[in-house]
């Protein structure tokens, strides 16, 4: 048959919210709303990851070439992916800052034109927004526009991650309703611009994980209710820190190389981008970890926008999330853009750096 080489009902994550909300009676749809301005906001930033260098940078594309005004199309592609791979000449920094404020702006338009967000925070603003009333919901969306930058010039895989609140009074916002912990949030998911474009998405009610066919420009459910393996052989870490590290996550690192349990030493994957290496530890099993180090002692990552969303993700999917004090959902925020160390991943992994961190006090 014809037809068999093509699935034909295909679970588009609009679809999938639908079928969840159609669960809780009282809900109005707005959630299916302000997913879908989000979802517009990745297709919008995959594609210009896409064709980075086309869409952001047209003039610096010319002039090494020297092309002149009636260069064909086609040499704009070359001449672009020769700058993307590295190849033509002077580097840049200015890029990855382009694409980071882009995507901030995509983002935020998305969700203020939605009508279903009241307060937001992003890692590219130094300051919250609170949306005019006249556009205001009920929503409070926290997120990294654009995760990994410093892998955009090399094509590696880098990402937007988002959190979301519910706010207490549409009438009444403040930094409060985003000084939350992870736990009070209502969603959380990231979109990997990788290969393919991924989001994985939670609503509190286990993990989903969604392939857009460009094709069709939808999102299709592909990895229905993710499981993280309790137990992992890869361990992810910025290794070049170790010589600022506490006790606790040299032991495990220690560990992961040199088990004394008879096991087998586990593999080493880091890409540098908080997606990447959350995607892979929730497909795999492993841990991640963004330790505490005597520079930075409270690491790197932020605990509204990187930290909560990808731990909210992790416990959903059955593993752990660990501050190296606390389970991570439990931190309550007092800054905005506040850092905290994170241990997350399978679920005996983060057992371990806990038990670690517990024998020290
Ligand atoms: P961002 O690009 O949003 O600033 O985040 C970068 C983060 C995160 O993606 C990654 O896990 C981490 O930086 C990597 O940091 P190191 O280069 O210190 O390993
Ligand atoms: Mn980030
Ligand atoms: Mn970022
Ligand atoms: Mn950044």
Redesign the pocket.
């Known amino acids: 048959h014809a037809a068999d080489a093509h699935r034909t009902d295909l679970m588009t994550i609009t679809r999938h919210v639908l079928n969840e909300q159609s669960k809780h009676p009282e809900s109005k749809g707005d959630f299916t709303i302000l997913l879908s301005h989000i979802v517009l906001g990745c297709k919008f930033v995959c594609s210009a990851v896409n064709k980075v260098l086309l869409f952001l940078f047209p003039s610096t594309i010319a002039s090494p070439i020297a092309i002149s005004t009636s260069i064909p199309p086609c040499l704009f592609s070359q001449a672009g992916l020769a700058k993307l791979i590295g190849l033509a000449g002077e580097t840049n920094g200015e890029e990855?800052k382009k694409l980071?404020v882009l995507s901030n702006q995509v983002f935020v338009k998305a969700l203020i034109s939605s009508g279903r967000t009241c307060v937001l925070v992003s890692?590219e603003d130094e300051e919250a927004t609170f949306v005019d009333p006249s556009l205001r919901g009920k929503y409070c969306v926290v997120f990294?526009?654009?995760?990994?930058?410093?892998?955009i010039d090399c094509g590696v895989s880098?990402?937007t991650?988002f959190g979301i609140y519910m706010v207490k009074d549409k009438d009444n916002v403040s930094l409060d309703d985003v000084l939350q912990p992870g736990k009070h949030m209502v969603a959380a998911g990231y979109c990997m611009y990788g290969s393919p474009c991924t989001l994985v998405l939670s609503t509190g009610n286990g993990v989903n994980g969604f392939t857009l066919d460009p094709s069709l420009g939808e999102f299709i459910l592909t990895h229905p209710d993710i499981k993280i393996p309790k137990r992992g052989k890869l361990y992810s870490?910025?290794e070049?820190?170790a010589k600022n590290w506490d006790t606790p996550t040299a032991k495990f690192v220690e560990k992961c190389k040199f088990p004394k349990d008879g096991s087998s030493p586990k593999s080493l994957r880091?890409?540098?981008?908080?997606?990447?290496?959350?995607h892979r530890t929730l497909l795999y099993g492993g841990i991640?970890l963004?330790p505490a180090d005597k520079q930075s002692p409270n690491g790197?990552?932020?605990v509204l926008y990187?930290v909560f969303p990808m731990s909210f993700l992790m416990e959903q999917a059955g593993g752990q999330a660990f501050t190296g004090e606390q389970r991570a959902l439990d931190l309550v925020p007092t800054k905005i853009h506040q850092r905290s160390p994170v241990f997350l991943g399978s679920y005996d992994d983060v057992e371990e750096i806990k038990a670690l961190y517990a024998a020290e006090e």
Do not use: C
């Open positions: 990855q980071d890692e990294d526009p654009l995760d990994g930058s410093s892998n880098i990402g991650i870490v910025n070049g820190n880091y890409i540098g981008s908080m997606v990447a290496d959350v991640f963004y790197k990552l932020r990187e």
